[in-house]
């Protein structure tokens, strides 16, 4: 993911942010690992210095969910997410966050 993102850290967001066809192919290598996607936030490059969009999205896991279901929907929700978010267009990046289980 490091070498396709823009890194955050200069608002204090230890993360990187991924534009939409890097942060897909980021979902897909984070859904054959098994790990899960706790939700992200969205930032607008301006430009070198990130910016929050204040648009994200999360995926709680259920009560009676298993951690593989719950990988499963996860990725779902991140991948749906990220694809129909409208027109992204320049300095659009997407920050991911996982699950450390």
Do not use: K
Not at 75 to 96: A, K, L, M, S
């Amino acid at each position: 993911m490091n070498r396709h993102g823009r890194p955050l850290h200069a608002i204090g967001v230890h993360g990187i942010g991924l534009a939409r066809e890097h942060a897909v192919e980021a979902i897909r290598c984070l859904s054959t690992l098994g790990v899960a996607i706790l939700g992200g936030d969205v930032y607008r490059f301006v430009g070198d210095r990130p910016e929050p969009t204040l648009d994200n999205w999360y995926c709680d896991r259920a009560e009676r969910e298993t951690f593989a279901e719950f990988q499963r929907r996860s990725t779902e929700v991140t991948t749906q997410y990220v694809n129909d978010y409208p027109d992204p267009g320049e300095g659009i990046v997407f920050d991911i966050v996982v699950s450390a289980d």
